[in-house]
């Protein structure tokens, strides 16, 4: 490769590797049911061998519901019967990505 200034940079063989061989990535999928009345569930996946912490926060930026979770895919219910019907934001946060999802409670 041959910069602007005529520098020439030799590069070596690049290699990509799928993404399962690399770890995989960080899922959460849309909570479900959608609009949540009581309980409302939420599929995961966690590569790695670290855990992450998944937070419900309310629109105010509060932490409304905390959780580590191991890593592998999963399941996981949030019981919303004390929360205050309204807008959401669930958030998966791993060792290196973050991934976020709006949900709504209804009464």
Known sequence: ???ISGL??????VEVAPAESRGGRLALSRSYPSPAV?????DFTIPGEREARFEIFDLAGRVVFSIFVAPGSGRLAWDASAAAPG???AQLAGERETVSRRLVILR
């Open 87 to 89: 807008v959401y934001l």
């Open 8 to 13: 020439r940079t030799r590069l070596g063989p």
């Open 38 to 42: 009581d309980v409302t569930y939420f």
């Open 1 to 3: 490769v041959t910069d």
